[in-house]
């Protein structure tokens, strides 16, 4: 079952450079914006509550649709453009098995332990 849902994030993850390219931002951008939510790690440095928090919103996909859908609402390409990659980020981690956080850890995920197989 893993193996499914990571290949469905990578469909997602492709899904997003898809709608990356109905843009008109040059390629670059995807690749400079692509690990802007992993800042949501400072937030570790004040504590696993804070840096949670940061991390989740940073990395949840219905954030990062709603930013989406205001881009398409204000008709704002630069909306658009983060919703996009932090959608397409959020893919690509969890993909990788990086999931939302739980408070206690780093990586105690909504997907399981980060390692434990």
């Known amino acids: 079952m893993k193996r499914i849902l990571k290949i469905e994030e990578l469909a997602i993850l492709g899904f997003s450079i898809f709608l990356f390219n109905q843009l008109s931002f040059d390629w670059w951008w ?3 914006l692509f690990f802007l939510p992993d800042l949501g790690f400072i937030g570790y440095a004040i504590n696993t509550k804070v ?5 989740n919103i940073l990395h949840h996909k219905g954030v990062a649709i709603s930013v989406y859908f205001i881009g398409v609402y204000l008709n704002d390409e630069y909306f658009k453009l983060i919703g996009i990659v932090f959608f397409g980020h959020a893919a690509f981690d969890r993909a990788l098995g990086y999931g939302l956080k739980y408070t206690d850890s780093f990586s105690n995920t909504h997907l399981g332990k980060i ?3």
């Open 30 to 32: 995807y690749l400079v």
């Open 51 to 55: 840096g949670a928090f940061l991390y």
């Open 115 to 117: 390692g434990k197989k």
